[in-house]
């Protein structure tokens, strides 16, 4: 069960430096939510990139003065959103999230408006099928992707992997799927005959569920493409982007270079790009 709550922006008072105001927040388990805020206007970003976010600190003990305290964050929702939105982990004791967790409608966040990352189109050279491989909040560069249009024209097939824990840490992913394959807008928008280029592999590492294992033992031992009726990967044919933990890129990236793949930047594209999904 997720809970959400709507707001009337009309009534924030700006008062943080780089505020910008809550519009929505989504509880998806006692690990996850996502929120959605009201964008710079100014702001301009490429989907897939990354801004830091946060909150003021607590004061300090002796002078009392307060300073910002920011995480990298990636922005989920696509370039064209009139809002952002963002797809947070909730980490117990963590400086930001343990207070960012409790944020409510209508209350304020810091953001820098200083958008950069790896996990763009400009990164990879054309190619016929891109994978997107996310495991946990590595979701959220490609739920801006997935909304964005260059994807679909750029490609004849789209692939997205998204491996949890459990089941209901696949939901935000399985929901936001849906909706681009239902919402008459997004059919509009991405191309109604395009909808049918995007495959959604959803596996759970812990909890039992219909796609059971690790997307790298999947990969390695051929269940990925067997299930997908794929012949392996090409670097002719191939582009990957790659987010999760620094143990998962750092293996996805030998499996691709195993097939060829290369790794690119914005300043050299090539076969494929990654970006951690968090620090640690
Ligand atoms: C480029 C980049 C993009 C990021 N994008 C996002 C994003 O879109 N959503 C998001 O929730 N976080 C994202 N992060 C992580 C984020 O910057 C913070 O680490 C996170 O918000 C926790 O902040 P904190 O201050 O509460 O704890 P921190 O002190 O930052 O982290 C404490 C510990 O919690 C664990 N942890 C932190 N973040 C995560 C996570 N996302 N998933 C699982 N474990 C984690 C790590 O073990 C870390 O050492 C991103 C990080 C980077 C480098």
């Not at 939510?33 to 897939?48: Q, V």
Request: hydrophobic content about 35%.
């Amino acid at each position: 069960m997720t809970e959400q709550t709507p707001v009337n922006t009309q009534t924030a008072v700006k008062a943080l430096p780089d505020a910008q105001t809550v519009t929505e927040v989504t509880h998806w388990t006692d690990r996850l939510f996502s929120f959605r805020c009201t964008r710079p206007a100014s702001l301009r970003f490429r989907s897939g990139e990354f801004v830091m976010i946060g909150l003021m600190g607590d004061p300090d003990p002796k002078t009392g003065k307060q300073k910002p305290l920011l995480r990298a964050y990636s922005i989920a929702s696509p370039s064209w959103d009139d809002e952002l939105e963002f797809y947070s982990i909730k980490v117990q004791d963590g400086p930001l999230t343990s207070k960012l967790q409790h944020i409510q409608p209508g209350e304020q966040i810091i953001l820098r408006p200083k958008p950069v990352g790896t996990l763009v189109h400009d990164a990879l050279l054309p190619g016929k099928r891109l994978w997107f491989f996310a495991t946990g909040t590595g979701f959220a560069p490609f739920a801006s992707l997935l909304r964005d249009p260059q994807t679909f024209e750029d490609y004849e097939q789209v692939i997205i992997t998204h491996t949890c824990r459990d089941v209901a840490e696949l939901e935000y992913g399985r929901r936001l799927v849906e909706h681009i394959r239902t919402d008459e807008m997004m059919g509009e928008l991405l191309g109604q005959e395009n909808l049918g280029k995007l495959t959604y592999y959803p596996t759970t590492t812990r909890e039992e569920s219909l796609r059971m294992g690790r997307i790298t033992t999947l990969l390695e031992d051929g269940t990925l493409f067997a299930d997908l009726g794929i012949d392996g990967m090409s670097p002719d044919t191939d582009r990957a982007m790659v987010c999760g933990s620094l143990g998962l890129n750092t293996d996805l990236k030998a499996i691709l270079e195993s097939f060829g793949l290369e790794e690119g930047a914005n300043s050299d594209p090539k076969h494929y790009v990654v970006e951690k999904a968090f620090v640690g």
